[in-house]
C-alpha cells in the first residue's frame, strides 16, 4: 500500500506551477460549474468563486433559470448560463454542452444539483469526458450510476463519509487506518482520484507512491458551503495540475484560507469567509516566469 504523507509548506510550495508571464486569456485555465436547484442557489456560486480564486481564467456556471438572477446579483466575474429546468434532465444535457461560449478544460458537477434521473447525470459525464474535459464530482454527482462511466479517467471524485457510503455502496470506516486503506484500493480498483473528506482529509489516486493526509484546520470548517468551495478551488487547479496534485493544493489552501479567516471571525465563519482570504493564503505561493525560462 502507498505510504502516507503529511502535507507541509514546503510540499505545497514544491508542486506549485509558474504562470507565464505572456500568458493571454484562457491560458490558464477555463472551468465550467454545473450545479444548483430551486432550494440551493448559493452552492454553485461558492464553487464558482472558489474557482476564479484559484487562478483560473474563465468560469461559466449552468445553473436553474431558477437560480440566474441569483448569480449574475451576486458577482459580474461569473458568466452565468440559464439551464431551462430545475432537475438535470437528458434533454438539458445537450443544450448545456451546445450553449458553451468555449470548451472549458475542467468541469464540476454535483453542488447543489438535482438530478431527475441518474442517465441523465451519466450522459453529461460522457459527453463531458468525450469531449476530453477534466471532470470533478462532489455533493448530488456522487451516486453508483457513475462509476462504471469514470473508471480508468482519473476524474476526481470529492465525497464525505456520508457520500462515499453512497458512491460506493461502503462505510469507509471512522479509524484514520482503515479509512486509508479503504480510500487507497477504491481509487485503484476505479482508476480515479479519491478526496474523503472529514475532520482529516485523505486523498489517493490509487498508483502514487503516497496518500495524502491533511487534517483539518478549524472545526469552524463544519459551515455549509465548505465543500463546495473546496470543489470549485480543486477544479480550477486542476485546469493546470494532476488530479492527485490538484485535490492535494485544494484541500491545503482551502485550509489555510479557513484558518486565516478563523483568525477573523472565529467560529462565526462562514464559506464566503474562507473565499475572502483564498487569496491571501496562495499568494505566498505564486510564481511567475518569462516564456523562454
Given at each position: ?201 485523505i486523498i489517493s489516486d490509487g498508483v502514487s507512491e503516497h496518500t495524502a493526509v491533511i487534517k483539518r484546520s478549524t ?23 494532476s488530479s492527485f496534485n490538484a485535490s492535494i493544493l485544494g484541500v491545503f489552501l482551502n485550509g489555510l484560507a479557513a ?21 491571501n493564503a496562495m499568494k505566498p505561493f505564486d510564481l511567475i516566469k518569462d516564456q523562454d525560462e
Amino acid at each position: 500500500m502507498a505510504k502516507r504523507i503529511t502535507v507541509t509548506p514546503k510540499l505545497v510550495k514544491d508542486l506549485i506551477v509558474p504562470r507565464i508571464a505572456t500568458s493571454r486569456k484562457g491560458d490558464n485555465g477555463i472551468v465550467l460549474v454545473v450545479g444548483g436547484s430551486r432550494i440551493y442557489h448559493g452552492a454553485p456560486i461558492l464553487a464558482s468563486i472558489a474557482a476564479l480564486r484559484s487562478g483560473t481564467d474563465l468560469v461559466f456556471t449552468a445553473v436553474p433559470k431558477s437560480n440566474i438572477i441569483a448569480v449574475r446579483a451576486y458577482s459580474p466575474d461569473i458568466i452565468a448560463l440559464p439551464l431551462p429546468d430545475d432537475k438535470l434532465t437528458s434533454g438539458l444535457v445537450n443544450r448545456l454542452m451546445a450553449m458553451l461560449p468555449k470548451k472549458p478544460h475542467t468541469a464540476a458537477i454535483g453542488m447543489g444539483m438535482s438530478i431527475a434521473k441518474p442517465e441523465a447525470l451519466v450522459s453529461l459525464i460522457r459527453q463531458l469526458r468525450n469531449a476530453e474535459i477534466k471532470l470533478l464530482l462532489d455533493a448530488s454527482a456522487l451516486i453508483p450510476e457513475i462509476l462504471r462511466e469514470i473508471a480508468g479517467t482519473g476524474t476526481i471524485v470529492t465525497p464525505h463519509a456520508g457520500e462515499y457510503k453512497r458512491l460506493f455502496e461502503k462505510h469507509p470506516g471512522t479509524n484514520e487506518d482503515v479509512q486509508t486503506s479503504t480510500v487507497q484500493t477504491a481509487a485503484k480498483d476505479y482508476g480515479i482520484t479519491i478526496v474523503l473528506k472529514g475532520s482529516v482529509n485523505i486523498i489517493s489516486d490509487g498508483v502514487s507512491e503516497h496518500t495524502a493526509v491533511i487534517k483539518r484546520s478549524t472545526p469552524a470548517m463544519t459551515v455549509g458551503g465548505m465543500g463546495d468551495v473546496l470543489s470549485g478551488l480543486t477544479v480550477g487547479l486542476l485546469t493546470k495540475y494532476s488530479s492527485f496534485n490538484a485535490s492535494i493544493l485544494g484541500v491545503f489552501l482551502n485550509g489555510l484560507a479557513a484558518s486565516l479567516a478563523y483568525e477573523r471571525v472565529g467560529l462565526h465563519m462562514v464559506a464566503t469567509d474562507v473565499i475572502e482570504d483564498l487569496s491571501n493564503a496562495m499568494k505566498p505561493f505564486d510564481l511567475i516566469k518569462d516564456q523562454d525560462e
